[in-house]
Nanobody, 117 residues
């Protein structure tokens, strides 16, 4: 089974930017949906953004206009460009690959994003 490894998290001041990366251990074309989720302390995991092979992107309302999801198919890598970060964006961010036909899913281990002065 493929593995997903996130990187790029860290501490940033409000208004700053971070770029998260999710590297797959092998070709994952069998997962037609890839996305980013996040989980803040004491809260449930929530969808941040996702994209399909067809190029259809979907964003949570709270990140529209600030975050951009993209994918490098040749390098099996998913990205999340996060701009205008707010303290409310502080969470562990998880990469996810999902096959909508079989419901097979894999998760990365998460990367911490902290937005604070």
């Amino acid at each position: 089974q493929a593995q997903l490894v996130e990187s790029g998290g860290g501490l940033v001041q409000p208004g700053g930017s971070l770029r998260l990366s999710c590297q797959a251990s092998r070709n994952i074309f069998d997962y037609n949906v890839m996305g980013w989720h996040r989980q803040a302390p004491g809260k449930e995991r929530e969808l941040v953004a996702k994209m399909t092979f067809g190029g259809n992107d979907r964003y949570a309302d709270f990140v529209k206009g600030r975050f951009t999801i993209s994918r490098d198919y040749r390098k099996n890598t998913l990205f999340l460009q996060m701009n205008s970060l707010e303290p409310e964006d502080t969470a562990v961010y998880y990469c996810n690959a999902f096959n909508s036909y079989t419901s097979a899913t894999i998760w990365g281990q998460g990367t911490q994003v902290t937005v604070s002065l």
